[in-house]
């Protein structure tokens, strides 16, 4: 696909798949690549917990886990970098009535394991007492493996160093090769990663499993001097049959750098503003955090009391599937042990439900949500959305302001809401792209910002565990020169 400099290419494109082949073995098995098997991780964790009731304490939670993997980087079609990683940790908590201590160890020789419980004791010994402090109630809790779901994360993938780096510069070389104007990079790098885990308590818990992420990516530069721009793209998934092709990545990579050349300034004005599905997901992010436990009975989110009201437009939904196979936020139970379930999040605009682990749960007086270590699976969807809203229809809708494809800085308050980012992207008029635009922010109130999406693309994007595509605002401040 050859793209001007002044037209973005379009995110819907389909990429080819990689034709690497990634093995789907159990974690126990010899080739899985793990120094422990998830036998012997439950026996530590047995261990460990045994020792912390048998010097009194009340109750005590227990994980051990190890992960490795290989990243190797390239830049100029030279190797720059070869990682290989390998890593473990076993860490207790131990609790005293309502007192609790946290301790942790990389050394699992049977000394060690004792000193860390003991660790965890002693301080636990010493802490305040907290009121809502404690293992999640039994009934929450995921005792029984029957009923945990095949989830299919674990794709380990047989690739060594030297296959990394030619799929590497395979991936650096094709951004080079898309136009003469692409005249630098910073390199191409290749991923494979994986983990497992166990963990359990007092309460009976017991479960693991194994995970995998693997990704390449490139971020080549267009152009040269004060006019130079750019941009990257890449791939992850937990199967390594699933990314996209390195080829793919960079020439895609490379017309997204070359689409930004030439940017220019926009006066300040108040207009309609597109975030593509790339950035869009910052937006769900931004929700998620407002109506997550900790911010919630810390008082430090605009979204206090917004159980069962309205916070985004009332045409817009948001789901949430932990049991997605291979999904990236997919997981049979949360980091306490909590059973995790389907759920509606916002129904119609209203909000149906928080993000609450137990500690947060018993602060705010309710029951926890499963949510101990993030959010799952977000999908936010449109009622208003047609078959044919891609990005072309969603900037034909947009007709004439600011299409945000990058967002600069940290200016999010989420105590008041106050919202205002750099951001850089492409002006747009007549529902087709004009030019590409650069030191621009956009600000606006994230309560208003959600009352006033109007549409949202079927050019889904899944950025993390969280599923959404371009999002369109009726308005936003937009402050340029």
């Known amino acids: 696909m050859i793209v001007a ?4 290419p379009a995110l819907s494109s389909p990429m080819p798949k990689t034709q690497a082949t990634a093995n789907t073995s159990h974690a126990d098995s010899a080739d899985s690549g793990f120094a422990y098997s998830q036998d012997r991780f439950r026996e530590l964790v047995d261990e460990v917990l045994a020792e912390a009731k048998r010097l009194g304490a009340s109750d005590a939670g227990a994980e051990v886990s190890e992960g490795c993997g290989l990243s190797v980087s390239v830049r100029r079609g030279a190797l720059e970098n070869v990682e290989r990683n390998r890593d473990k940790s076993l860490g207790i908590s131990v609790y005293l009535g309502q007192r609790r201590g946290n301790a942790s160890t990389s050394d699992f020789s049977a000394q060690a394991l004792k000193d860390t419980v003991r660790a965890a004791f002693d301080i636990a010994r010493f802490t305040a007492e907290d009121p809502v402090a404690g293992l999640p109630d039994a009934d929450d809790l995921s005792l029984d493996p029957s009923t945990r779901p095949a989830l299919d994360l674990f794709h380990p993938w047989a690739i060594d160093a030297q296959a990394a780096a030619e799929m590497a510069m ?5 951004a080079f090769d898309t136009d003469k104007r692409i005249t630098n990079s910073e390199g191409a790098a290749v991923s494979a990663q994986q983990s497992h885990f166990v963990a359990g308590n007092s309460r009976g818990f017991r479960g693991g499993y194994a995970s995998s992420r693997h990704s390449v990516s490139v971020a080549p530069i267009a152009g040269r001097g004060a006019g130079m721009q ?29 689409s930004r050349l030439k940017s220019r300034k926009v006066k300040t004005a108040e207009v309609p503003v597109l975030f593509e599905s790339t950035v869009a997901a910052g937006l769900l992010g931004a929700l998620v955090q407002a109506t997550s436990g900790g911010a919630l009975y810390r008082k430090a989110s605009f979204l206090l009391d917004s159980l069962g009201k309205p916070v985004l437009a009332s045409h817009v939904d948001v789901n949430e599937d932990p049991h997605e196979r291979k ?24 909000l149906q ?23 799952h699976n977000l999908h936010m969807t449109s009622r208003l959305t047609a078959p044919g809203d891609d990005l072309k229809t969603m900037l034909r809708r947009l007709g004439r ?11 999010v308050n989420y105590v008041t809401g106050d919202y205002s980012r750099g951001a850089s992207g492409y002006w747009v008029e007549n529902g087709e792209i004009a030019f590409p635009v650069h030191e621009v922010t956009i600000a606006g109130s994230l309560p208003q910002m959600f009352q006033d999406i109007v549409g949202i693309g079927t050019d889904a994007y899944t950025l993390g565990a969280k599923t959404v595509g371009s999002i369109l605002l009726s308005r936003m401040k937009l402050a340029g020169s």
């Not at 999904?327 to 129904?347: C, I, L, M, N, W």
């Not at 137990?358 to 309710?366: D, E, N, Q």
Request: proline residues 2%.
């Open 5 to 8: 400099h002044n037209r973005i």
């Open 170 to 174: 395979r991936c650096e070389a094709a």
């Open 230 to 258: 750019r941009d990257a793209w890449y791939s992850s998934m937990r199967d390594a049959a699933d990314l996209a092709a390195p080829e793919a990545i960079g020439r895609y990579a490379a017309e997204r750098a070359l």
């Open 327 to 350: 999904g990236k936020g997919s997981a049979p139970f949360d980091d306490e042990g909590v059973k995790t379930q389907a759920r509606s999040v916002v129904e119609a605009g209203v």
């Open 353 to 375: 439900g928080y993000f609450l682990s137990t500690y947060s749960a018993r602060k705010l007086g309710m029951r926890t949500t499963g949510h101990a270590g993030g959010s």
């Open 401 to 411: 302001g600011l299409f945000v494809t990058e967002l600069m800085g940290q200016g």
